[in-house]
């Protein structure tokens, strides 16, 4: 359904690359192979061989002796931005969202997918990426998501009519219609993102869509090559989208789940985003935010940001309680994805935050609900390829696929090691982190 991905990196073309006895972890979350070679010509993978290779002229040698490489991060579900500036400065954030994405390039991320932002924003820093006119991840989006007047969910609310508010479905789906077909076509969505949030979980009940609104929302972006993914959050929520057709899903259910629910989900195999970190986040922010001054916060994230999360963000959630609320929900979240994991349900690692680190963060609770690393290994590599549609160039060590590469330390041994990098390439290219905006290089 997805066309082939044609996206050139920022520079001239890439080199040829032989990576040599290197342990591989292809993505795919079989057994790693001790002293494989890899070969990357231009942007993509050649070959891969558990044997030494011939070295051909042209071709530049790589030892990979004692580390590891593995395909790129895939963050499933990010906010690039939305989280570091108040609405009427949105507009103007490029600069905060490039430093942002460069935070995710520091640590190991070469694909994203902004699950919900202003269109105009993130549409744009998307055409700059895929013009090789930006160092970025691979950057996939929704733009702006769907949902029904008054209807709740998927971040913050945002008045009527602001740039980030969701395209509000009217009664009358003929009057829908070409409002999300114009968007389509005109936007151009990766994955096209809608809410369903009836809540009276916790708090009250508010309106949804209907199951036939959302089957004819699915039907529409998929005769427009588009799929869909979905923000739902009670077992109902769940149940409806399943009813309607979603092909993934944003998060993982973080309310008590029946049995029943997560044995469909996980036999459908449906890709669902994680996003365990955020609560984290809310929480130890809320509580302590004394981790926002650790060195690798420092050294990836703008100092202006970490400012504001302490100063804006920090009291706005707890205004609304929110730490109460992810406190009281955390446990039935991690029991989710730990039954899912036990069903074989198709779970890809994802944040819902917008900076590098928190994937670290997120793949170290995922750790810590009992799932072994090699199945992470793959959650947050080909999983989100297969929740993007990409799978086919993305998210394994495969021959033919793009050269996304991430050459570290054993993550099979230590969840830390994820973040223990030793170069990061992106189509075949390496990444020059000297020359990243961040703030570690600043200080030199
Ligand atoms: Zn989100």
């Known amino acids: 359904m997805c066309t082939a991905l044609t996206l050139p990196v920022v520079g001239a073309s890439a080199a040829n690359l032989l990576f040599e006895n290197v342990t591989l972890i292809d993505g795919t979350g079989t057994a790693p192979i001790v002293g494989a070679s890899v070969l990357v010509k231009n942007d993509r993978i050649d070959l891969v061989s558990p044997v030494p290779l011939k070295h051909e002229a042209g071709v530049q040698v790589i030892d990979g002796t004692g580390k590891f490489l593995m395909p790129g991060l895939i963050d499933s579900h990010v906010h690039i931005g939305a989280n570091a500036v108040t609405e009427d400065e949105f507009q103007n954030q490029r600069l905060m969202g490039v430093r942002a994405l460069h935070s995710f390039l520091y640590l190991g991320v070469t694909s994203v997918y902004d699950s919900g932002n202003v269109p105009d924003y993130i549409f744009s820093l998307r055409a700059e990426e895929q013009g090789g006119k930006l160092v970025s991840p ?42 999300l077909e114009n968007y389509f076509k005109t936007r151009k969505p990766d994955l096209q993102k809608m809410v369903i949030d009836r809540r009276g979980v916790f708090e009250p009940p508010t309106p949804i869509m209907s199951v036939e609104q959302m089957t004819s929302v699915v039907r529409l972006a998929n005769e427009n090559g588009i799929r869909t993914t979905i923000h739902a959050a009670s077992e109902e929520d769940y149940s409806d989208a399943l009813a309607a057709g979603v092909d ?11 049995d029943e629910l997560l044995k469909l989900l996980a036999a459908k195999k449906i890709p669902m985003s994680t996003t365990t970190v955020v609560a984290k986040f809310i929480e130890r922010l809320i509580d302590d935010p004394s981790f926002l001054d650790e060195p690798v916060w420092k050294n990836s994230v703008d100092p202006d940001v970490l400012a504001y999360q302490k100063s804006d963000e920090r009291p706005a959630f707890a205004k609304t309680g929110r730490s109460l609320t992810v406190k009281a929900t955390h446990h039935f979240l991690m029991n989710n994805v730990k039954k899912l994991h036990e069903l074989g349900g198709v779970l890809v690692a994802g944040t819902d935050r917008g900076w590098g680190q928190t994937l670290h963060w997120e793949l170290e609770l995922l750790h810590g609900a009992g799932i072994p690393l090699l199945d992470i290994t793959r959650m947050v590599t080909l999983n989100g390829a297969i929740y993007l549609g990409r799978e086919k160039d993305l998210g394994s060590i495969q021959r033919g696929k793009l050269a996304d590469l991430l050459l570290n330390a054993d993550p099979t041994k230590d969840v830390k090691n994820f973040a223990a990098i030793a170069a990061v390439y992106k189509g075949g290219q390496k990444i020059d982190f000297a020359k990243l905006d961040i703030p570690i290089n600043k200080k030199k």
């Open 138 to 179: 691979r950057l996939f989006a929704t733009g702006t998501t769907i949902n029904v007047y008054g209807g709740r969910g998927g971040g913050r609310i945002r008045p009527e009519g602001t740039p980030n508010s969701p395209i509000r479905l009217k009664e009358d789906w003929a009057e829908s219609k070409p409002l």
């Open 248 to 258: 993934e899903f944003a998060h993982v259910i973080r309310y008590p789940a029946s």
